[in-house]
T-cell receptor, first 116, second 111 residues
């Protein structure tokens, strides 16, 4: 079956711009999570959505936002980009119905954002 | 708060030798622990998880992990390393609808 698809795979933006990243989960998965991966901070949780509702949010500024659509596809948006937002943004999906914390996540290949 | 620690930035092992990648955890309550692997320019791939039950968990590609409650450890092991096992390995703890990752350990398997 098809895996988690993230688009675009690579993008370059300049400071102050905004960016929207897209994630299509595995068919049947209703939970979508987003993570930021940087060399300095490692893998950090951004937010998780289940059936269009945000169930948890990480410690990121309000410039980072997300949403989930009725078909479980998700988007995340970063406004007013800063140099420090350069990172690999990973999306992951799961059924989301196991005991909280026990869900196995399937990750996409990521969207690599470079901010100049 | 929950956290996991991977004390080694890099582990070097010769092909055919056993490998161990270390992870310790700090979790209140029952821990849900995972190992994921990341290959270059790829997302993370699930290897195995511990929820409850047997302390020795078997996973994909011949990997296994031993849960040790007294030492709060969850080390990843493989009896015989392959060059193709070279990658970045992450230990993680399951929290409320999220994973908390360790800093990662780069495994290099030499021919």
């Amino acid at each position: 079956k098809a895996g988690v698809t993230q688009t675009p795979r690579y993008l370059i933006k300049t400071r102050g711009q905004q960016v929207t990243l897209s994630c299509s989960p595995i068919s049947g998965h209703r939970s979508v999570s987003w993570y930021q991966q940087t060399p300095g901070q490692g893998l950090q949780f951004l937010f998780e959505y289940f059936s269009e509702t945000q169930r948890n949010k990480g410690n990121f500024p309000g410039r980072f936002s997300g949403r989930q659509f009725s078909n479980s596809r998700s988007e995340m948006n970063v406004s007013t980009l800063e140099l420090g937002d350069s990172a690999l943004y990973l999306c992951a999906s799961s059924f989301g119905t196991e005991v909280s914390g026990a869900n196995v996540l399937t990750f996409g290949a990521g969207s690599r954002l470079t901010v100049l | 708060a929950q956290s996991v620690a991977q004390p080694e930035d890099q582990v070097n092992v010769a092909e055919g030798n056993p490998l161990t990648v270390k992870c310790t955890y700090s979790v209140s309550g029952n821990p849900y622990l995972f190992w994921y692997v990341q290959y270059p320019n790829r997302g993370l791939q699930f290897l195995l998880k511990y929820i409850t039950g047997d302390n020795l968990v078997k996973g994909s590609y011949g990997f296994e992990a031993e849960f040790n409650k007294s030492q709060t450890s969850f080390h990843l092991k493989k009896p015989s390393a392959l060059v193709s096992d070279s990658a970045l390995y992450f230990c993680a703890s399951g929290g409320f609808q999220k994973l908390v990752f360790g800093t990662g350990t780069r495994l290099l398997v030499s021919p």
